[in-house]
Structures are given as C-alpha cells and as structure tokens.
C-alpha cells in the first residue's frame, strides 16, 4: 500500500510541555521548607515527617504489588489464564494502579481483543498520562484499532518523555509499517534494537515489516528470534506459522509452528489457529477434532466456531455445519469473510431438511457485500426449487 500520510514528523522535536511539568521540583522544594520550619533539634524519633512516614503500609497495596508481581512471572513462565486472574486481583485491591491496567491492555492483544485492550489502556493513560508506558501501551491499542493519527501522537508524546525506551520506539515503527512508511518504520526497529537488542516487541515488529514487505523467509527469521526470548509467547509461533502458512505456502511447516503455539498454550485461540491450519491444508478431519477440541474449551470463542463450520462443510456435515455457524458468524460480524457467509447459506440449503430461510439470511449477508455474487443469487434460487414450504415473503 502507499504510505499514508501523518501530520507528525517521524522525528520530532522536543516540545514544551509548559512550567508545570516542573511541579515535582516545586514540591520537592516545598516540603524542604515545611521540613526545616518544624525541625526542632529533636532526633528522628520526635520528628512529626518521620513518624508520618514510617506509618503501615495499607494491606491492599501490599497485595496489589504481590498479585502484580505474580502477574508478570505468570506471563514469563506461558500462565496466561493465571496472569489474568492475578490482574484481575490487582484491580480489585487497587482500582488506581495504572501498571495493572497496562499489562491487562498487553494481554488482550495478545489475544487479538482490540476493543478490550483499547478499554485498558486508556484507563491506564487516565492514571498515569506522563508514564511512557501508559503512553506506549494505549498508542499500540489505537494503532490496531485503526486511530493512526492519535497512536502516533501519543507514542511521540512518549518518546519526548524518554527518547532511549526500546518499546516506544518499536510502537512506532508499528505505527509506520502499518500506513506504509516502511523505511521510517525499519529507522525506528534499528534503533529500538540498538537500545535493547532483546526487545521481544522490537523483534516481533520487525519481523511484521518483513512480513509487509512480503520479505516471508526473512520473516520468519525475525519472528524466530522473538520466539527465542520469549519462548512461552504463543502468539509468536502463530505468526511465524503466518509467514509459512500465507507468505510460503509451507503448510507443513505453518502446522509443526502452529502445533508449537498449542504445546506452549493449549486454549481455543491456539486450538482454532491450529485447526485452522489443518483445514486450509487439507486435512479436513483433523481440523474438526481440533476446532472441536477448541470449542469445547471455550464455546463462546467465535473464530473457532466459524473455522469449525467450515472444516464440517468440507466433511459435508451440514447440520453440525450450520449450527456451528449460527454461533460464531453473528459475534464475528463484520470481520467474518464473505466465504464464511455463504457456506453458512449453503449449509442451510444442504442440510435435511433444508432451512430457507436462515439460508436467505446469509445470502443476504454476501450480497450486501458483492451485490451481484452469482452463488449467492444461486444459493437462493436452489432452495426455493428444492425445499417446501419457501420462506414467507421471498
């Protein structure tokens, strides 16, 4: 795609923020004279700023950091689900700890939940609207939700705070490989990785500029050496298995990096990344009992339920079909493929006895879509000559 054009230069200027961002100096200065006024020669025992400051530490802050701290090794150690447990904790016994909320945005990314993870990140930016990380967190949500204007103000908003942090950098060379400025990006990846060499985001995002530029084996490499940093990160063998998968057509290889995801995390989104992969290679049965698998862990996982109706399709299980359908394409929405709709259409058509009119429905869906889609206008016309009754009114 051209680069799209942003209203910033990609190397900006160090802004005035104003005197007030001189206030901690102020305090500082303050509280030096309110301590010198009410010194008087007593030691440390008898001095009210002492007292005040060895007073207890209230027990939910305690808890707040543990349960934090517990949240960070669950990541590193590939505990997901234990990680979000522990957050949720965090929250709850400290609803101002802006680190919490950060680390939930990081996750539901993770997890490709860009609604969720755009909702954290801009209660951390609420708390803590000068902390770089808050600033680098709630820029990357806005980038995958399409805002790249405000991403890109708020990553150079944190870049004017600290101009060597590895992970602002990287945002922003996400930022610029997703407008298409690719030799800005590859700028800021270079000097991301010269400031921390082992920066996971770092790696990862060069290996999705790579990806853009449709350069798939170095790719590859680049994810693969995210991947040895940080191996219990799941998401990074399903988009080295992308690379494999899309960019090489290596679909032995995108399952053996795929089968890597489930072996590091066994969820649905692993499952259905997995099952995916079996179905778009072929393997038409073990893509079933694996979506299936996915689906039952988690029967509100869309994806997997979409991916599930068409892997039964392609068994001709048209019943299953449908109804696995039925679940998955309305959360999906919009995002669905036009493809998905019209086997859900044509499932309907098929199955015994047929249902027109849920067949209507998702023939509607593609022709809103491609007006004139002739499988579509196809589908509709098979079932009013095959099924009886026809739905009312069509």
């Given at each position: 795609?051209?680069?799209?054009?942003?209203?910033?230069?990609?190397?900006p200027?160090?802004?005035?923020?104003?005197?007030?961002?001189?206030?901690?100096?102020y305090?500082?200065?303050?509280?030096?004279?309110?301590?010198?006024?009410?010194?008087?020669?007593?030691?440390?025992?008898?001095?009210?700023?002492?007292?005040?400051?060895?007073?207890?530490?209230?027990?939910?802050?305690?808890?707040?950091?543990?349960?934090?701290?517990?949240?960070?090794?669950?990541?590193?150690?590939?505990?997901?689900?234990g990680?979000?447990?522990?957050?949720?904790?965090?929250?709850?016994?400290?609803?101002?700890?802006?680190?919490?909320?950060?680390?939930?945005?990081?996750?539901?990314?993770?997890?490709?939940?860009?609604?969720?993870?755009?909702?954290?990140?801009?209660?951390?930016?609420?708390?803590?609207?000068?902390?770089?990380?808050?600033?680098?967190?709630?820029?990357?949500?806005?980038?995958?939700?399409?805002?790249?204007?405000?991403?890109?103000?708020?990553a150079?908003?944190?870049?004017?705070?600290?101009?060597?942090?590895?992970?602002?950098?990287?945002?922003?060379?996400?930022?610029?490989?997703?407008?298409?400025?690719?030799?800005?990006?590859?700028?800021?990846?270079?000097?991301?990785?010269?400031?921390?060499?082992?920066?996971?985001?770092?790696?990862?995002?060069?290996?999705?500029?790579?990806e853009?530029?449709?350069?798939?084996?170095?790719?590859?490499?680049?994810?693969?050496?995210?991947?040895?940093?940080?191996?219990?990160?799941?998401?990074?063998?399903?988009?080295?298995?992308?690379?494999?998968?899309?960019?090489?057509?290596?679909?032995?290889?995108?399952?053996?990096?795929?089968?890597?995801?489930?072996?590091?995390?066994?969820?649905?989104?692993?499952?259905?990344a997995?099952?995916?992969?079996?179905?778009?290679?072929?393997?038409?049965?073990?893509?079933?009992?694996?979506?299936?698998?996915?689906?039952?862990?988690?029967?509100?996982?869309?994806?997997?339920?979409?991916?599930?109706?068409?892997?039964?399709?392609?068994?001709?299980?048209?019943?299953?079909?449908?109804?696995?359908?039925?679940?998955?394409?309305?959360?999906?929405?919009?995002?669905?493929?036009?493809?998905?709709?019209?086997?859900a259409?044509?499932?309907?058509v098929?199955?015994?006895?047929?249902?027109?009119?849920?067949?209507?429905?998702?023939?509607?869906?593609?022709?809103?879509?491609?007006?004139?889609?002739?499988?579509?206008?196809?589908?509709?016309?098979?079932?009013?000559?095959?099924?009886?009754?026809?739905?009312?009114?069509?």
């Amino acid at each position: 795609m051209p680069p799209m054009y942003l209203n910033r230069d990609y190397k900006p200027r160090r802004r005035s923020k104003g005197a007030w961002r001189l206030w901690p100096l102020y305090l500082l200065i303050l509280v030096a004279i309110l301590v010198y006024e009410q010194w008087d020669g007593r030691d440390s025992e008898g001095s009210w700023l002492f007292q005040s400051m060895r007073g207890p530490t209230p027990t939910a802050t305690l808890g707040a950091v543990n349960f934090l701290a517990d949240a960070q090794t669950a990541q590193i150690t590939g505990d997901f689900d234990g990680s979000l447990e522990a957050l949720a904790r965090v929250v709850a016994l400290d609803p101002s700890n802006a680190d919490a909320f950060i680390e939930l945005s990081r996750l539901h990314l993770i997890f490709q939940d860009i609604p969720k993870a755009l909702e954290e990140a801009q209660r951390a930016f609420e708390l803590a609207p000068d902390d770089p990380e808050a600033l680098n967190t709630l820029a990357r949500a806005l980038d995958w939700s399409g805002d790249y204007e405000q991403a890109l103000d708020r990553a150079l908003d944190s870049l004017d705070i600290d101009a060597e942090n590895a992970t602002t950098l990287a945002v922003l060379a996400e930022i610029y490989t997703d407008v298409g400025s690719w030799e800005t990006a590859d700028t800021y990846i270079n000097q991301a990785l010269a400031v921390d060499p082992r920066n996971v985001l770092a790696l990862r995002n060069k290996g999705y500029l790579l990806e853009r530029q449709g350069a798939y084996t170095e790719a590859v490499a680049a994810y693969q050496q995210a991947v040895e940093v940080a191996p219990n990160r799941f998401d990074l063998y399903i988009e080295k298995a992308r690379q494999y998968r899309v960019g090489l057509e290596d679909f032995e290889a995108a399952i053996a990096a795929y089968q890597e995801a489930v072996n590091v995390y066994r969820s649905a989104i692993t499952l259905d990344a997995l099952g995916d992969g079996q179905y778009i290679a072929g393997d038409f049965l073990s893509a079933v009992r694996t979506l299936r698998e996915a689906v039952d862990l988690d029967p509100t996982y869309a994806p997997a339920q979409v991916h599930m109706g068409m892997a039964l399709f392609s068994r001709r299980n048209y019943e299953d079909s449908a109804a696995a359908f039925e679940v998955g394409l309305p959360v999906l929405g919009e995002s669905a493929r036009v493809e998905q709709f019209y086997r859900a259409g044509m499932a309907n058509v098929l199955k015994d006895p047929p249902n027109c009119q849920r067949a209507y429905h998702w023939f509607d869906k593609v022709l809103e879509r491609d007006e004139g889609n002739a499988d579509a206008i196809e589908g509709k016309g098979f079932c009013v000559e095959n099924a009886t009754p026809t739905p009312e009114g069509n």
